[in-house]
């Protein structure tokens, strides 16, 4: 069954700077996607559309065989808001753009006091995600006093909360110790075998083969260049290279020239562009 389906989907912004053009892609339930491409490239773009947050200058994207339209999301589509909110979360890359309650048990409760759902199942759900995150001792903390990795944990748990078929991930390791990375490559395993769908976008490639089965690349034309086998995408060194992925280091040991390739990881990458 697929989950989503853009058919030659383009997006401007301010109705003249490209973001994504003519973009089609399909993809299933239960897979786990890797969205490739340099700072700038449509990945946050692409997610942001699958979100339903933003809707595209042209071209049709579809979410469980219906297409997502302002008007459907916002209150002509009957049951289907809510039903598309329930089974959709998004996960920004800058933890804060999703923090804004009191405390972080008020956070963690927000989505689902949205929804259809009971008091009494919505405590659970709170109690459930904390427990498995492990920040119970974080519950009655404003979360502007929080650490970049607890504020990251604590954005999980409020879209966990709603308990989504569909995970969407933008840049997920960005700004993350490498022990709190290790956790979340650890935790998206665990959510992987429950079956969910797991759409990452990111230019660390570093997590990508073993969080991801199939690669999808963008190049910063912001088109869709490659659509395979992540193994296969991450041993094409130059397809890397020409989306700006990785790049060719040179240096000198006496006579010999050496050239290495380097990815552009957030620590590689002292130059970074906030991406649209």
């Not at 449509?42 to 979100?51: C, I």
């Not at 607890?150 to 022990?179: C, F, H, M, Q």
């Not at 912001?222 to 130059?238: K, M, P, Q």
Request: charged share 25%; glycine share 6%; with cysteine.
């Amino acid at each position: 069954m697929s989950i989503f389906e853009l058919k030659n989907v383009n997006y401007l912004y301010l109705n003249k700077l490209p973001a994504l053009n003519d973009i089609n892609l399909t993809i299933e339930q239960g897979e786990q996607v890797a969205i490739l491409g340099a700072n700038g490239s449509g990945k946050s773009t692409l997610l942001k559309l699958l979100d339903g947050l933003i809707f595209p200058s042209s071209g049709i994207v579809k979410a469980f065989g219906k297409i997502l339209t302002e008007n459907i999301l916002d209150g002509e589509g009957g049951d289907f808001p809510q039903f598309f909110r329930k089974k959709v979360g998004l996960i920004f890359q800058n933890s804060e753009a999703q923090l804004f309650c009191p405390t972080v048990t008020d956070e963690i409760k927000f989505g689902p006091l949205q929804l259809d759902i009971s008091k009494t199942e919505i405590e659970q759900r709170v109690h459930d995600v904390m427990e498995m995150l492990n920040i119970e001792n974080l519950k009655e903390r404003a979360p502007y006093t929080l650490s970049g990795g607890e504020k990251k944990k604590v954005v999980i748990a409020s879209v966990l909360s709603l308990n989504p078929d569909v995970l969407l991930l933008d840049e997920p390791t960005n700004g993350l110790d490498p022990r709190t990375q290790r956790w979340l490559v650890e935790l998206l395993l665990e959510l992987r075998k429950s079956g969910k769908t797991i759409i990452i976008a990111t230019h660390d490639l570093d997590i990508v083969e073993e969080l991801s089965k199939r690669a999808v690349v963008f190049s910063e034309g912001h088109r869709i260049v490659a659509d395979g086998e992540t193994h296969v995408i991450l041993n094409d060194t130059g397809l890397l290279m020409k989306v700006n992925l990785i790049h060719e280091h040179h240096h000198r040991h006496k006579e010999i020239l050496h050239k290495h390739n380097h990815a552009h990881t957030s620590e590689h990458d002292h130059n970074h562009v906030s991406e649209i």
